[in-house]
């Protein structure tokens, strides 16, 4: 079946540091790529995405690339802050209706003063 | 930022007694879904609407229903509360379609607790 896997966490980083949290897909279909972030107490809030391949997507200084040839849409940011201390979750979406959005299991990212 | 709002947002209950959480939404999407979060099973799909009064199971439906009388509304009903269902639960909407795949936007979440 579908399914999103992500590294393990906690990461934890110093500020500035550089961030990679990797993700990778199976799917059946061709899917479109999704990076969400959940703060502390709130629900999770759409990050940035990518519906084909090669495309990258970016929001608030983090990025991630569309790689059809490795099914991987991995995470990255040049220079972390504390703020941006939080639980990250890569997605996948498949055309069709209804149940068609599958979560990786989250990864909890610590950022350090 | 999507128009979802959930109430209530904090519920303590006893086993045994029926829960009913809603979903608003203002923003005329037609699909709502119903998730769950829990510590080391992230997060999981209870039931889907894709419109009013169409519903489906999701992942994890046993022991819950939904009504979707209007668009704007979706009711998580927990028929009889039990301590397995203490969770975080997240609404989401969604315009998604058959040829393309479209993004999720969530609610704030509602935090129940079953004594």
């Known amino acids: 079946g579908d399914s999103v896997t992500q590294m393990e966490g906690p990461v934890t980083l110093s500020e500035e540091a550089f961030l990679t949290i990797n993700c990778t897909y199976t799917?059946?279909?061709?899917?479109?790529l999704f990076w969400y972030v959940q703060y502390p107490g709130e629900g999770l809030q759409l990050l940035l995405k990518?519906?084909?391949?090669?495309d990258k997507g970016s929001n608030k200084g983090f990025e991630a690339t569309y790689r059809k040839e490795t099914t991987s849409f991995h995470l990255e940011k040049g220079s972390v802050q504390v703020s941006d201390s939080a639980v990250y979750f890569c997605?996948?979406?498949?055309?069709?209706?209804?149940?068609?959005?599958?979560f990786g299991p989250g990864t909890r990212l610590s950022v350090l003063p | 930022d999507a128009g979802i709002t959930q109430s209530p947002r904090h519920k303590v209950t006893e086993t045994g007694t029926p829960v009913t959480l809603r979903c608003h939404q203002t923003?005329?999407?037609?699909?709502m879904y119903w998730y769950r979060q829990d510590p080391g099973h992230g997060l999981r799909l209870i039931h889907y609407?894709?419109?009013?009064?169409?519903?489906d199971k999701g992942e994890v439906s046993d022991g819950y229903s939904v009504s979707r009388s209007k668009t704007e509304d979706f009711l998580l009903t927990l028929e009889s509360a039990t301590s397995s269902q203490t969770s975080v639960y997240f609404c989401?909407?969604?315009?998604?379609?058959?040829?393309?795949?479209?993004?999720?936007?969530f609610g704030p979440g509602t935090r129940l607790t079953v004594t």
């Open positions: 989401a909407i969604s315009d998604g379609g058959s040829l393309r795949s479209y993004e999720q936007y």
């Open positions: 799917a059946t279909g061709y899917p479109s």
């Open positions: 990518a519906t084909k391949a090669d």
């Open positions: 997605a996948l979406s498949l055309p069709g209706y209804g149940q068609n959005f599958v």
């Open positions: 923003e005329n999407h037609r699909y």
């Open positions: 609407s894709y419109g009013v009064k169409d519903t």
